[in-house]
């Protein structure tokens, strides 16, 4: 049975501040990706050095536009391929934010990295600029999986870019399984692989078919989709290898050594605040969530003429239950709390616990099979209090 | 008053597309009764289904005044009858009316199964038949040919077959002075007390039940205090009149007059069709020989798609009751479809006819089950139970046999269809009985087989392998005991009550397998492995499993967007809330609808 990891780990990500920062260029764009994301071929994309000049310019201007907040306890930028506009770029969105909110001793500062771009300079300027954590987009060890997925690294590139990274950061590694061509074998050597490099962190994500992408549009022509039953195989595969690896499974599709588990993951599903920076970022502050335009001319202009580029807020309905929904996908669980008994007496949560799918002990819910954790919030979901 | 020796009442006999509405407007037409400008193509097919799918369904009258060349001027009342099989009764009543009946038949195409099953019927009824050939017009029109064939069929010459075409007029003046010269006017006596016949009635909402009557003795008048003779209900005449084909207030209807009779009485089920209306005082001591009143043969459950449209529902059918006293039903529960109604038709059109209007005049959304007949269940106590529903079915352990109804099928094709026909009947069980030649091209085939094996789709079948030309007609030719088994379907051991069916032994197999297959197809994974089952007393016959659901989460959160992960979980949760509990298996609605309509 999934073994529980750190409540204390819960209880301190509640109370974390983050801030995620989004970096939307790509050199190609993936066929299942369907991030705010700008692409060489893309209209906007013309003057590509100079869209990236005022993208950064307004994110700065964002930064300043936020209300005083902090110190930040952890800090991820994402994309979209961060690693893509270098690292003085980075080092100075690092400083303006700590120049505005400050951070937190010991502060987690967390970079996704794509394996192409893995230079010495790069690295050592991260390193300068107070990233302690690298998140490297792998996929896969298989090449004809990477091609599939659109990536523009090997599998042999990938292996000298983690080597490269382990030796400063804290480093996760991120594979995508479950992909048409990839057969079991294919994603067992992808583990072995994975797990020898003896990465801090894994994040092992199904590929999943998101409206609009390439890939939908392929699958929706008859193409080949992702099988949930493979998916599932080869999920189960992961699980049972982490373990072996001294990985200790922390959430639905991620897994860490001790310390080493990922505190902006962490405060999402804790229901923690944090602030979100760039094209179609997501923030939760004050009990509000908002999300920011994904068209990069809007996010430019709003931004220039003195306004947060919003595309919508909202204040969180049921954040009780939302607490619940959220925890749920830990594999410590949540603390069900005034929602103890009409959980016990709930007849769906009743046919979840008697398939096993979920626990309810010391005061918590916890899903033992993470595979089945939507249908457990679809049922938290029509929990009566 | 029209002398009754200047009446003549008849009706069209025809095919569908024959063309009979062409040849009523152009008869109203040509005498005037409807001027040209004013005609409405089909004046007589008043609602909208009629008109659209080109049949009749309800009878309608209309009263035309016609000179004849002896100068003399005559009353002629076309008395419409419906074309289709499920609607026999329907063309029965209209036979009570009349003294003559046209025989009306495509010069291209020939005499069709139906069309004589009902000249059968008119002959048999002592009407005078005048055959009649339309579409002479048509290219390939074989006037010759068909002509022999009626011949063949009815007996007489070929001089008494007359040759019109609707379309262009031809021949019509001929057809007026034949139905005047051949068809015997009505023989009725003015001294005696009245007798009208009630061959169809209809609910209007402002004037409740308007009858449609033919007066046989006496005389009608305004205001005449009546008695319907089978039911006793007193009500007096309000209204009466004619149609020409509008209405025409008239004060008096005589010996031989067809025409409308408002009583202000409310309640359609009170004045039954076939009835006799009498005067108060004096009062006939006999009523007409009437008719009998028409008979469900399929049976199916309707239920609203959304649970809350019940009650919508039973009003739309209580309306639709008001003009169409053959439709009847009952309220029933099902497990999977919730609260609905067992309905009988009389056939499968008329089926189709009342959920089209239920969802197209009443808006409704509706499941249909798979249609079935009524059984007849013999226990082992010796009584017999009727079953129109496979819930009905007595236990097993006293249920001793089940007859089901078959039925009289006649076939009308062109020789070279007979070996697929045979082929076709011996699949659904029928016996061989008459062939005839009707001429060396057209046959005429007999056969019994078991209304249960042609409810469903053989009138299609048919069609398709005789690429359209065969047609066909059935009555009822009693019940026979049959080695007929209940199939039930097993959710995870539990029966699903919608898809229970009561099938021959020898089809019980297919059916299971293909409902399994289905269902395996149409139910979403469960937590746990669900076994689908089909089951002859308990017996399983087919198996297929849905593996448990093993993955149901969304891999990652993309950039903490909460609103949208909890989106996609509300709308999952949406899906959750329609879902029917079958035991401890969740089913949409949907599955189950999809399952019943594959076969549609």
């Known amino acids: ?385 | 008053m029209t002398d009754a020796a200047r009446i003549r009442n008849f009706c069209i006999i025809a095919h569908i597309d024959h063309g009979k509405s062409t040849l009523a407007d152009r008869l109203l037409e040509v005498t005037g009764a409807v001027e040209a400008r004013a005609m409405r193509d089909q004046v007589l097919d008043t609602m909208d289904l009629e008109r659209e799918r080109g049949i009749t369904i309800k009878a309608n009258s209309v009263s035309i005044r016609y000179t004849a060349p002896d100068g003399n001027e005559y009353l002629l009342n076309l008395i419409d009858t419906p074309g289709h099989v499920d609607f026999t009764y329907e063309v029965s009543r209209s036979l009570a009316a009349c003294e003559g009946a046209l025989l009306l038949v495509d010069a291209a195409q020939g005499i069709e199964a139906q069309t004589l099953a009902n000249a059968y019927l008119a002959i048999e009824s002592g009407l005078e038949v005048i055959p009649v050939i339309n579409k002479i017009d048509l290219p390939a029109a074989d006037p010759h040919r068909v002509s022999a064939e009626l011949v063949g069929v009815l007996g007489g010459s070929v001089e008494d077959v007359l040759a019109v075409s609707a379309k262009t007029g031809a021949g019509v003046s001929e057809l007026l002075d034949a139905i005047v010269t051949r068809l015997p006017p009505p023989q009725g006596d003015r001294e005696q007390p009245l007798r009208a016949l009630v061959f169809d009635s209809y609910y209007d909402t402002y004037r409740g039940v308007v009858c449609h009557i033919r007066v046989v003795d006496g005389t009608l008048s305004t205001g005449d205090e009546l008695r319907f003779m089978a039911s006793g209900l007193q009500a007096d005449a309000d209204e009466i009149g004619i149609h020409r084909p509008q209405v025409t207030e008239v004060k008096r209807l005589h010996v031989g007059e067809v025409g409308y009779l408002i009583t202000g009485v409310k309640e359609i089920d009170l004045i039954r069709v076939g009835d006799t209306v009498t005067a108060a005082r004096p009062s006939a001591d006999e009523p007409l020989p009437g008719y009998s009143e028409p008979k469900p043969m399929v049976f199916s459950g309707l239920f609203p798609t959304d649970g809350d449209d019940f009650e919508r529902l039973r009003d739309a059918l209580d309306k639709l009751r008001l003009n169409d006293s053959a439709l009847v039903y009952r309220a029933e529960t099902s497990r999977a479809l919730g609260f609905g109604f067992r309905v009988g038709f009389l056939g499968l059109l008329h089926m189709e006819i009342v959920r089209e209007r239920l969802e197209r005049e009443y808006d409704l959304d509706l499941v249909t089950t798979a249609p079935s007949v009524e059984y007849e269940a013999h226990t082992s106590d010796g009584t017999t139970v009727t079953v129109n529903s496979p819930q009905e079915l007595p236990d097993r352990a006293v249920l001793e046999s089940i007859a089901e109804p078959f039925v009289k099928l006649m076939i009308i094709t062109p020789a070279e269809f007979v070996g697929t026909i045979m082929e076709l009947v011996q699949q659904r069980r029928g016996a061989m009985g008459e062939m005839t030649y009707l001429s060396p091209a057209r046959v005429e085939l007999h056969y019994t087989i078991p209304l249960a094996e042609i409810v469903f789709d053989f009138f299609d079948q048919l069609k398709s392998r005789t690429k359209g030309y065969a047609s066909m007609d059935y009555e009822p030719a009693g019940y026979q005991v049959s080695d007929l088994v209940r199939v039930d379907v097993l959710l995870n051991g539990v029966a699903v009550d919608a898809f229970s069916t009561i099938v021959h032994r020898d089809k019980a197999y297919h059916y299971g397998r293909q409902m399994v297959i289905r269902l395996k197809e149409l139910i979403p994974r469960q937590l746990f492995d669900v076994p689908v089952q089909a089951a002859i007393a308990g017996r399983i016959i087919a198996r297929e499993t849905i593996k448990a659901k093993r993955k149901d989460v969304t891999a990652k959160c993309y950039g903490g967007d909460i609103t949208r992960k909890r989106k996609l979980l509300e709308r999952q949760k949406e899906g959750k809330r329609r879902m029917k509990m079958v035991g401890a298996v969740e089913v949409p609605q949907e599955a189950f609808i999809s399952a019943l309509r594959i076969d549609e």
């Open chain 1, 1 to 385: 049975m999934l073994a529980p990891d750190s409540y204390e780990l819960a209880a301190l990500a509640a109370r974390w501040r983050s801030a995620y920062v989004h970096i939307p260029f790509c050199r190609r764009r993936c066929p299942y990706c369907d991030f705010a994301v700008v692409a060489p071929g893309d209209a906007v994309a013309a003057d590509i050095g100079g869209l990236t000049d005022r993208y950064l310019a307004a994110l700065h201007d964002e930064v300043e536009m936020e209300a005083a907040w902090g110190p930040l306890d952890a800090v991820n930028f994402g994309g979209g391929t961060p690693s893509a506009i270098g690292a003085p770029a980075i080092a100075s969105l690092i400083g303006r934010l700590g120049d505005r909110f400050g951070l937190a001793p010991e502060a987690e500062v967390s970079v996704e990295v794509n394996p192409e771009d893995v230079t010495a300079p790069l690295l050592e300027g991260l390193r300068a600029a107070g990233v302690t954590r690298l998140s490297l987009g792998v996929q896969s060890f298989d090449d004809a999986v990477l091609r599939y997925l659109g990536r523009l690294h090997t599998s042999a590139q990938a292996e000298a870019a983690l080597d490269a990274c382990l030796s400063h950061f804290s480093v996760s590694l991120d594979l995508i399984f479950g992909s048409p061509p990839e057969s079991l074998e294919s994603w067992q050597t992808t583990v072995q692989r994975a797990l020898a490099a003896e990465p801090h962190h894994v994040s092992a994500y199904a590929l999943t078919v998101e409206t609009g992408t390439e890939l939908w549009k392929s699958v929706r022509n008859g193409g080949a989709a992702p099988d949930p039953d493979d998916q599932a195989d080869k999920y189960e595969i992961m699980q049972a290898a982490a373990g072996g690896a001294g990985l200790v499974q922390y959430e639905v599709s991620n897994y860490a050594r001790p310390g080493h588990a990922c505190r902006y993951n962490l405060a999402t599903w804790g229901q923690g605040e944090y602030l979100g920076f760039g094209l179609g970022a997501h923030g939760h502050r004050d009990g509000v969530r908002r999300r920011n335009v994904r068209s990069i001319t809007a996010y430019i202009e709003t931004t220039a003429a003195g306004r947060r580029p919003e595309a919508g807020r909202a204040i969180v309905p049921d954040p009780e239950r939302e607490r619940l929904i959220l925890g749920l996908r830990r594999v410590c669980g949540v603390e069900l709390g005034p929602w103890m008994q009409s959980a016990l007496a709930d007849p769906g949560m009743g046919r979840l616990m008697a398939a096993g799918v979920v626990e309810i002990a010391a005061g918590r819910l916890r899903v033992l099979q993470p595979l089945l954790a939507d249908e457990v919030g679809v049922t938290v979901l029509s929990l009566s209090l």
